[in-house]
């Protein structure tokens, strides 16, 4: 139950306040072509929740009017959203940057085999999650073939002009740890990511985003069933850093979920702490936000908020520091 969940009781984090809303980051559904470890949403190849046309509308009502410069389309997979590509259609005809977090196996994936040359023709930038340069590792924690799979997409993407200079396709990944501890410096894992897949792929890419895995969903759970929930939340809090304060997704983004629910955060969308209307109480839409002002709704925190504060920091976007 979610009243019980230990990240909820008695949070000493600080408060943190709002600026102009720039991101939205929007999540298309839970169904995924894979089954992760370390994923905070419990995505899998059963989940049935997907957005509808209607909330995909009202996303595009709000970018229509709003100073929204980036939407950040996450899921599950959600490519495998049917609407993922008019949504993205429509957005980037508006001029406002699109951002795809593509587990990269979903492109080699039947009836996906046009998704490249997509991405490509509307400069979408991925961001693709590749927790190691090493397959034994990757497949430890994404099952077994996914490497390859990552390999082949990433190399699809390079011969598509991604992370080539010049043709303004960008490639990002994402390294997640595959346990209970902190990720590694950045700037020194990417240049040995880089080193890597040059040399046994000929992969390029343009940058790592080291991201700490949230103690919550699928990784929490299991954090929790071996007894190490208590030491992992500890070593968060330890390792807080205030400096981190000042670039937490948290202050210029908001998440909204396959409902078209408003959250500060995709770990809060994750953990239902739902944002509410400053006037009625009820649980903010998307649809909601025109007519309110988000500098009178606080954003919601918890322990797991210590997960983007430790260490360099974590974001959607990588370290902090």
Not at 11 to 22: A, G, H, K, V, Y
Request: proline residues 4%; contains cysteine; charged residues 20%.
């Amino acid at each position: 139950m979610l009243d019980s969940w230990p990240l909820l009781k008695n949070s000493q984090f600080p408060d943190i306040n709002r600026t102009p809303l720039e991101i939205l980051q929007v999540n298309l559904g839970y169904l995924c072509n894979q089954t992760c470890q370390h994923c905070h949403v419990n995505a899998g190849p059963n989940r049935k929740e997907l957005m509808t046309r209607q909330t995909i509308n009202d996303i595009l009502s709000l970018l229509k009017q709003q100073n929204v410069h980036t939407l950040d389309l996450t899921g599950g997979a959600p490519e495998m959203n049917p609407l993922f590509k008019e949504l993205v259609s429509k957005a980037t005809a508006m001029g406002v940057k699109v951002i795809d977090r593509c587990n990269l196996s979903i492109l080699s994936e039947p009836g996906y085999e046009d998704l490249t040359g997509f991405l490509t023709r509307h400069k979408v930038e991925i961001v693709a999650s590749l927790p190691c340069y090493l397959e034994q590792n990757v497949d430890g924690q994404r099952g077994k073939g996914v490497y390859q799979k990552s390999i082949d997409g990433l190399q699809t993407l390079n011969k598509a002009g991604y992370a080539k200079d010049g043709t303004g396709l960008t490639l990002n990944l994402v390294y997640n740890p595959t346990g209970p501890y902190l990720p590694p410096g950045q700037q020194q894992l990417e240049a040995d990511y880089k080193k890597y897949l040059q040399q046994h792929y000929q992969i390029q890419f343009n940058q790592l985003f080291t991201i700490t895995n949230m103690p919550i969903a699928r990784f929490g759970s299991s954090l929790i069933s071996q007894g190490k929930f208590e030491e992992y939340m500890n070593l968060l809090k330890d390792s807080m850093n205030l400096a981190n304060m000042n670039g937490l997704m948290c202050k210029n983004q908001l998440s909204i979920d396959w409902l078209g629910n408003v959250y500060d955060c995709d770990f809060n969308q994750m953990l239902k702490l739902n944002l509410r209307h400053p006037d009625t109480d009820n649980t903010l839409h998307i649809r909601d936000i025109l007519d309110v002002n988000m500098a009178d709704i606080d954003i919601i925190v918890a322990d797991h908020c210590f997960g983007c504060t430790a260490g360099q920091g974590s974001s959607c976007g990588g370290a902090l520091d």
